[in-house]
């Protein structure tokens, strides 16, 4: 038994070893799961009493290692605002709550191992397995940051077809290369017949290769096609701690101001902010009244085709609780929302404002709030909102005076690959990713974020414009190569001509197809379990 633990121990440390930002070893994902999967095998043929729970056991040993490993850096956010002890129980929810999810796809992969074929139970494991991930960014606790297709973000010349499949293609891809390589050492280790060996070494080889090589042929000849616009990012470097109270409002905008000014030039197109960046909470209909926007109109003179998109904090005022987020203010007897938002400025008095989407369980939204309302004061405690932000349902594109559609994507929203699609469905020409990832210090959590990025590039073939207040801001471009970058915790200030690009790709058109398609298997096998659950004794 011991050895198993060993063997799942092995798969949590390629898993971890493959995953970004570590470089050059993604291909480790196509075989880091063979460990567990021998382990799995070990006990299914071994003797032992109650193989479920050790089954159980080594799969949760190796997901929770492999998640705590890879996201410790929640850890961070949190221990700032609330004491070490809570943060060390709150930031159990990701690790535990994925690595059981995990955990629950191998143990049904299991149960039907006991009841039907191997190649049977393979399916159910990817389907299940593909189920979860599905799962795990749909619902209220959606946190799909560990999807295994994100870990080839670092070698995003391996997954140019990403833009066919998603990121569920590498899930996928994933899955399989590690069912076939293991079954490949089954036939080995058993002396299987010669022909059988050949034969599964060959396809398996298949699998890993031509997907590779057909990916770097892609990224090889991949042509832009020439369609410029003068973009400017700005990265303040402001401390999100301070940002909120310390330093005024007006203050982080002029300094914003004359990052952009110091390499902004006259047919600029657009100035790219980070979240939050105007951070005082301004009333959406007053804001033209703001003095943030009037010195932001005075800075936009200089530039004719000049538009600047921002991060806001920003609240709209009701008479009624028009929405399911509206709160209510006692004192004086109306409701509002407050959002975590974009702002486009222009030079003329139209202003356009999305709402961020895809919130924080937790701290920007309370999870299943209506059934979990007694939650809010807790989630308030270590730093949440007593109420969920207002958001809106979709996506909606900004459009400058010259009609260029923009992608406003604040933070979170930049790892949901259908979301992004579907504002180039809406004529988004190029994405715009606005954040502030200093809440996580000097640790990967930043660096992962800024790679998952170059796979939204991938799918949607748009050019990424990233602002970070505190983080890594860059420009990446329609193969997903990061063409520039800012460095960490430096105010910096890129300038690109980026291609617009009006071509919807075969992902941006059929969206997580794959993904949808598995967890609608994944309820199939379920149900196949339950009707044969009692044939196993």
Not at 54 to 70: E, G, K, P, S, V
Not at 286 to 306: A, C, M, P, T, V
Not at 323 to 335: K, L, P
Request: with cysteine; hydrophobic share 45%; net charge positive.
């Amino acid at each position: 038994m011991k050895k198993n633990y060993q063997l799942a121990l092995l798969s949590a440390f390629l898993l971890w070893l493959a995953w970004p930002p570590m470089p050059f070893t993604a291909l480790i994902l196509l075989v880091a799961l063979v460990p567990l999967l021998q382990a799995a095998e070990n006990i299914i043929q071994s003797e032992e009493k109650k193989k479920g729970r050790l089954i159980w056991r080594i799969a949760i040993i190796c997901f929770f290692i492999w998640n705590t490993a890879c996201i410790y850096w929640v850890f961070n956010s949190l221990n700032a605002v609330m004491p070490a002890w809570l943060a060390i129980i709150i930031a159990q929810i990701p690790f535990c709550l994925g690595a059981v999810l995990m955990t629950l796809a191998f143990w049904l992969y299991y149960r039907l191992r006991l009841i039907t074929s191997r190649i049977w139970s393979y399916a159910g494991l990817i389907c299940f397995w593909i189920g979860y991930e599905y799962l795990h960014q749909t619902w209220d606790l959606s946190f799909p940051w560990m999807n295994l297709g994100n870990g080839f973000a670092e070698s995003h010349y391996l997954i140019q077809w990403y833009e066919y499949t998603g990121v569920y293609g590498g899930t996928l891809w994933i899955l399989l290369s590690n069912i076939l390589v293991f079954e490949t050492m089954l036939a080995i280790k058993s002396k299987a017949p010669k022909a059988k060996q050949i034969k599964l070494q060959t396809f398996t080889a298949s699998l890993i290769l031509i997907p590779i090589f057909s990916s770097v042929l892609i990224y090889s000849n991949y042509e832009e096609k020439i369609n410029p616009a003068n973009i400017v990012v700005v990265q303040p470097n402001i401390d999100p701690y301070d940002k909120f109270g310390k330093l005024p409002a007006s203050d982080q905008v002029a300094k914003l101001i004359k990052l952009s000014e110091s390499i902004g030039q006259t047919n600029t197109e657009f100035f790219v902010w980070p979240e939050t960046a105007i951070s005082r909470g301004t009333e959406e209909r007053s804001f033209r009244g703001d003095e943030n926007f009037i010195q932001i109109q005075e800075f936009l003179k200089n530039y004719k085709n000049g538009n600047l998109v921002t991060g806001i904090e920003s609240f709209a005022v009701y008479d009624t609780a028009i929405t399911e987020t509206a709160r209510y203010d006692s004192r004086s007897n109306i409701y509002y929302d407050v959002f975590n938002a974009a702002v486009l400025i222009e030079n003329s008095a139209k202003l356009q404002f999305y709402h961020k989407s895809k919130l924080v369980p937790g701290v920007e939204q309370t999870p299943f709030s209506n059934s979990m309302a007694f939650l809010k004061p807790a989630f308030a405690a270590f730093g949440g909102s007593s109420g969920s932000y207002g958001k809106q349902p979709e996506p909606s594109v900004f459009y400058s005076q010259s009609g260029i559609g923009l992608a406003p994507v604040i933070c979170y929203e930049s790892i949901w690959g259908e979301y992004v699609a579907d504002y180039i469905k809406k004529d988004a020409q190029f994405i715009a990713i606005i954040t502030n990832d200093g809440w996580w210090g000097n640790t990967s959590g930043k660096d992962q974020h800024l790679q998952y990025a170059k796979l939204r590039a991938i799918e949607t073939r748009r050019w990424v414009a990233r602002s970070a207040n505190t983080g890594i801001s860059a420009f990446i471009d329609q193969r997903g190569t990061i063409v520039q970058q800012t460095k960490w915790w430096i105010p910096g200030v890129l300038k690109q001509d980026i291609n617009l690009n009006e071509e919807i790709t075969f992902y941006v058109k059929h969206g997580d197809y794959i993904a949808k398609a598995g967890a609608a298997a994944s309820v199939l096998f379920a149900l196949f379990l339950v009707i044969g659950i009692f044939k196993y004794k």
